[in-house]
T-cell receptor, first 114, second 111 residues
Framework: NAGVTQTPKFQVLKTGQSMTLQCAQD?????MSWYRQDPGMGLRLIHY?????ITDQGEVPNGYNVSRSTTEDFPLRLLSAAPSQTSVYFC??????WGSGEAFFGQGTRLTVV | GQQLNQSPQSMFIQEGEDVSMNCTSS?????WLWYKQEPGEGPVLLIA?????ELTSNGRLTAQFGITRKDSFLNISASIPSDVGIYFC???????????FGQGTRLTINP
C-alpha cells in the first residue's frame, strides 16, 4: 500500500541548479497536484493535472515546470533554483476531484536552496 | 491568490480541554475538508463536508459546514497528547478543480 510516494525526502541545491522532484501514486488517481508549504502560509498550489497529458498552473507556478506523461507520475522540475524556493513540497492525488474528499498526500520533500 | 482565513493560528491547551477552530472565506464553497499534519508527514484527511449545515463526527472530532457556505468549524473534545499537530481547513468552490487551504492552526497540548 504505497499510496503517494515522493522522492527525495531531503535535498540541498545551490542557486542556479536544476532538479526534479518525483511523485508517483499507485491508486490510479486522475487528479494530481504539487503544493509548497511555507511557515504561516499554509499550502499553496504550484501546478496540477486532471489527467495524463493535461496540466495547469496553480497559485504560484513561476520557476516550476510539470508534465504528466502517465497516470502514475507527476514530476516537478525546478529549472534554476533560487533561495525563495526553499520550502517543503507536497504532492497529492485524488480519484474524483478534490471535492470528493479523497485527496492523499505524500510525505513531502524538504528543499533548501543556498 | 485565494486563501482561507483560519483561526486561531496557534493554541496552547491543557490535556482534556476542548478545542475549537474555524475557517472563513469571502467566497462560497461547496466542499470543506479538514486535515491534520504531524511533524515530517503530509496532511491526512480527517473530515469531509459536502452540504451546507452538515455536521459530521469522526471520534472526538466534529466539523460543521456553515449555513452561509462561507465558513466551517472543527471541534476536538477532551484533547489528548496525540492530537498535537497542525490542522488545516481546505475548500473547493463550485466548478473549481482546485483546493485552497487555510494557513493552519498549530495545536500544542500540555500534559
Amino acid at each position: 500500500n504505497a499510496g503517494v510516494t515522493q522522492t527525495p525526502k531531503f535535498q540541498v541545491l545551490k542557486t542556479g541548479q536544476s532538479m526534479t522532484l518525483q511523485c508517483a501514486q499507485d491508486m490510479n488517481h486522475e487528479y494530481m497536484s504539487w503544493y509548497r508549504q511555507d511557515p504561516g502560509m499554509g499550502l499553496r498550489l504550484i501546478h496540477y493535472s486532471v489527467g495524463a497529458g493535461i496540466t495547469d498552473q496553480g497559485e504560484v507556478p513561476n520557476g516550476y515546470n510539470v508534465s504528466r506523461s502517465t497516470t502514475e507520475d507527476f514530476p516537478l522540475r525546478l529549472l534554476s533554483a533560487a533561495p525563495s524556493q526553499t520550502s517543503v513540497y507536497f504532492c497529492a492525488s485524488s480519484y474524483g476531484g478534490w471535492g470528493s474528499g479523497e485527496a492523499f498526500f505524500g510525505q513531502g520533500t524538504r528543499l533548501t536552496v543556498v | 491568490g485565494q486563501q482561507l482565513n483560519q483561526s486561531p493560528q496557534s493554541m496552547f491547551i491543557q490535556e482534556g480541554e476542548d478545542v475549537s477552530m474555524n475557517c472563513t472565506s469571502s467566497s462560497i464553497f461547496n466542499t470543506w475538508l479538514w486535515y491534520k499534519q504531524e511533524p515530517g508527514e503530509g496532511p491526512v484527511l480527517l473530515i469531509a463536508l459536502y452540504k451546507a449545515g452538515e455536521l459530521t463526527s469522526n471520534g472526538r472530532l466534529t466539523a460543521q459546514f456553515g449555513i452561509t457556505r462561507k465558513d466551517s468549524f472543527l471541534n476536538i473534545s477532551a484533547s489528548i497528547p496525540s492530537d498535537v499537530g497542525i490542522y488545516f481547513c481546505a475548500g473547493q468552490r463550485e466548478g473549481a478543480q482546485k483546493l485552497v487551504f487555510g494557513q493552519g492552526t498549530r495545536l500544542t497540548i500540555n500534559p
